[in-house]
């Protein structure tokens, strides 16, 4: 769905529906200088990515929960890194609300609806307030929100409640706000990814430039299982870049615990030769990984 329909800004897809933090995000980083774009799911947001839809925003990280699952899964796969680079990431401040069709009471709720994120966020609330609820994963918080207004088989939305942002409750009729706050602590930060299609197209207009110093790795063990395995500490000292995080998935390769890593990384203040790109520095150090049998490639440089 677009909310804005000026052909000449650029696109930006995002986990919809209207009032995800993905959507709140994305407000907060581009205003009016994109036409907004929103997927059903963070899989669907990196698939739109394309010539004729340039931009995406994906959450990363919670400051409460951690990596967000669906988003490193998706990072695995070839065409991020190839079509689709990581180019920027933002940090949103992330406040819970407990929202149910009108008239709902805490006492006759029987499950609760939300993006595994979210649930993950609030485990300490729900055990105190609904410990008998059962939780049901939804593709984002929104959708959870909208699914207590649907007439679905199986969810009595009266014995119903979602976990989302209380803005949803100014976009869709019928809901009200039981519960603010609820997430387990008073900072609760997500992590947004913004996705580019082409390394080079410049990001909206209003996005702050900065000098480009820090990149994101895919880093693999060789697919060759008769080869040693990959020193994995190794090759990351080996890049000797500063490592500003680590994530680890399974392989999509379906070797049993042959991860695939990601890797934050950022030049070592003072070593940066001025004559070279933060590109050129981070290619020549993945070209020393790369030598000691590792499939490495850059998803991304913001
Ligand atoms: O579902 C949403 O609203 C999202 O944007 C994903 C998410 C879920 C919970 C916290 C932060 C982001």
New binding site residues.
């Given amino acids: 769905m677009s909310i804005s329909s000026s052909p000449e800004k650029p696109q930006l897809a995002?986990?919809g529906p209207l009032?995800?933090?993905?959507?709140?995000?994305a407000l907060e980083c581009f205003g009016d200088s994109v036409e907004y774009l929103a997927r059903p799911t963070?899989a669907d947001v990196q698939r739109t990515v394309s010539a004729v839809v340039p931009f995406g925003i994906i959450?990363q990280e919670?400051s409460l929960?951690g990596s967000?699952v669906e988003t490193y899964n998706i990072l695995r796969i070839p065409e991020v890194g190839q079509g689709t680079f990581v180019r920027g990431a933002t940090v949103?401040a992330?406040k819970?609300s407990l929202v149910v069709r009108r008239g709902v009471k805490l006492e006759n709720i029987e499950k609760v609806l939300?993006?595994?994120?979210?649930l993950g966020?609030c485990q300490g609330w729900l055990a105190e307030h609904l410990p008998r609820a059962s939780l049901v994963r939804?593709?984002?918080?929104?959708?959870?929100a909208k699914r207590l207004l649907s007439a679905e088989t199986g969810l009595d939305p009266m014995k119903c409640a979602a976990i989302?942002?209380s803005v949803v409750v100014t976009i869709y009729e019928g809901l009200e706000v039981l519960e603010q706050n609820i997430q387990d602590g008073t900072e609760?930060f997500?992590r947004?990814y913004i996705l580019s299609q082409g390394l080079d197209v410049g990001l909206p207009e209003g996005y702050p430039q900065s000098i480009e110093c820090m990149a994101l790795l895919r880093l693999q063990a060789p697919g060759d299982p008769v080869k040693p395995t990959l020193n994995i500490p190794r090759a990351i000292s080996t890049l000797d870049l500063i490592v500003e995080r680590i994530d680890r998935r399974p392989s999509v390769h379906g070797r049993p615990f042959d991860d695939i890593y990601f890797l934050e990384v950022g030049a070592i203040p003072g070593q940066n030769s001025p004559e070279l790109s933060w590109r050129k520095q981070l290619q020549q150090a993945v070209d020393r990984v790369k030598r000691m049998g590792a499939e490495v490639s850059a998803l991304g440089y913001w």
Avoid at 19 to 25: I, K, L, N, W
Avoid at 114 to 118: G, I, Y
């Fill in positions: 995002f986990l009032g995800t933090y993905s959507h709140q995000a963070i959450p919670n929960n967000v949103f992330v819970h939300s993006h595994e994120q979210a966020q939804t593709d984002s918080t929104a959708n959870a989302c942002s609760n997500t947004f």
